[in-house]
């Protein structure tokens, strides 16, 4: 049956839903058209849903002074290196010659006894303190594509939506390839591809996909197809079955990202404990009992239509949310939480961003793993060094 004018009034209103959002002078507009902050960009911390905000950025120049932490590009102060504590997140600030250790034999040995992994070595990109890694080359000319920094790539990975050069120059200027052409003639923006809706009207759009699971952010549709989280309960048919809509009744709980909360108390508990054979809730509330008529199991769970995913409870399942969300007030879909009020979280300063956070620290002092706060190693120096000079006239 031929779609009414309603209808596809309303598949129009909801194809153009992602375009109608226009970021602020001081916004940084993501590839699915969220806004956030323009400083929020290449700080370390992914913003946007899908991560865009941390794509294609130039990695930091550290000074002769610190070291680049091989991975993540942080800059910490050369006195960290070899300290025996991993101050880089992926240890790399350990895993020079340090105490006699020796690189394995899938690494190179930089010249001053950093240990990289051995493609790293001749790709164009200074990867050791004292490029060693790219001393002695031979670089092959390019065939096909060429990167920035003279890496070699191929027309495939042209604008394909992933990080193939180091520098990530292979995603610069794409905005030629931001949309799909139909079969049809019709073109209709490259994320609305194989999105599980036939955007093209002859489903060209949808043809020979390799449909993938939603990322933890998205809410997943009855039908397969992804949507954002804010999209569900907007009293707007975002799957096209409805099921974003579905069940948003009242509940609430109060307990950080990953618990749940025990009935009849105000404990929260981990999730992971919850029907696990183990009473862990004041009078074994998270557990089965036959007496109150709770059985722990997943019968709720399609009545609930949960956002993210749904675990066994004592009432039949339960919603719960990916990291820094937690479950809304309709019992099934997943709303930012707070996360600089969970203690610890951050060792100085802390800043709430949707769906995560961001530290920092004080002056004279360097974050490490992203969370922790140790003090400059350098500055440290120059005040003992300030002291020492002190006690003379004394």
Request: glycine content about 8%; overall charge negative.
């Amino acid at each position: 049956m031929e779609a009414s004018v309603e209808e596809n009034f309303i598949n129009l209103q909801r194809a153009a839903k992602p375009l109608l959002q226009m970021c602020g002078s001081n916004e940084f507009q993501c590839s699915n058209g969220q806004c956030i902050n323009m400083d929020w960009r290449c700080d370390g911390t992914k913003d946007c849903t899908d991560d865009s905000d941390e794509q294609n950025c130039p990695l930091p120049e550290c000074s002769s002074q610190e070291f680049k932490c091989l991975t993540s590009g942080e800059c910490i102060p050369l006195g960290f290196v070899c300290d025996g504590e991993e101050d880089c997140t992926d240890g790399s600030d350990e895993q020079r010659a340090c105490g006699g250790r020796t690189c394995s034999a899938d690494q190179f040995t930089c010249r001053e006894g950093q240990c990289i992994p051995r493609e790293y070595r001749c790709d164009h990109v200074k990867d050791c303190v004292d490029n060693s890694d790219e001393n002695n080359c031979n670089y092959p000319p390019c065939t096909e594509k060429t990167c920035a920094n003279g890496a070699c790539y191929s027309n495939s990975q042209r604008c394909n939506g992933l990080q193939d050069c180091r520098d990530g120059s292979d995603e610069f200027n794409c905005s030629k390839y931001t949309e799909f052409e139909c079969a049809n003639g019709f073109c209709v923006p490259m994320p609305f591809v194989c999105d599980h809706w036939d955007d093209c009207g002859d489903n060209s759009d949808e043809q020979d996909c390799a449909y993938s699971t939603c990322r933890g952010s998205d809410f997943t549709c009855s039908s397969g197809r992804c949507i954002p989280q804010d999209w569900v309960c907007d009293k707007f048919n975002d799957c096209g079955d409805f099921s974003d809509e579905r069940g948003c009744d009242s509940d609430s709980r109060d307990c950080y990202p990953g618990e749940w909360g025990c009935p009849g108390s105000t404990m929260c508990i981990p999730l992971n404990k919850v029907c696990d054979d183990k009473p862990d809730c004041p009078g074994g509330t998270d557990e089965t009992n036959s007496t109150a008529g709770q059985t722990c199991g997943l019968d709720r769970c399609s009545t609930l239509s949960c956002e993210f995913l749904c675990h066994p409870s004592p009432q039949g399942g339960t919603c719960y949310c990916p990291d820094g969300f937690i479950v809304a007030n309709d019992s099934r879909s997943c709303t930012d939480y707070n996360d600089c009020q969970i203690w610890g979280i951050c060792d100085q300063l802390c800043e709430d961003r949707p769906g995560t956070h961001h530290c920092s620290c004080t002056d004279g002092y360097v974050l490490e793993q992203g969370h922790a706060c140790k003090a400059n190693v350098s500055g440290t120096e120059h005040l003992k060094a300030f002291l020492s000079h002190c006690m003379v006239y004394f």
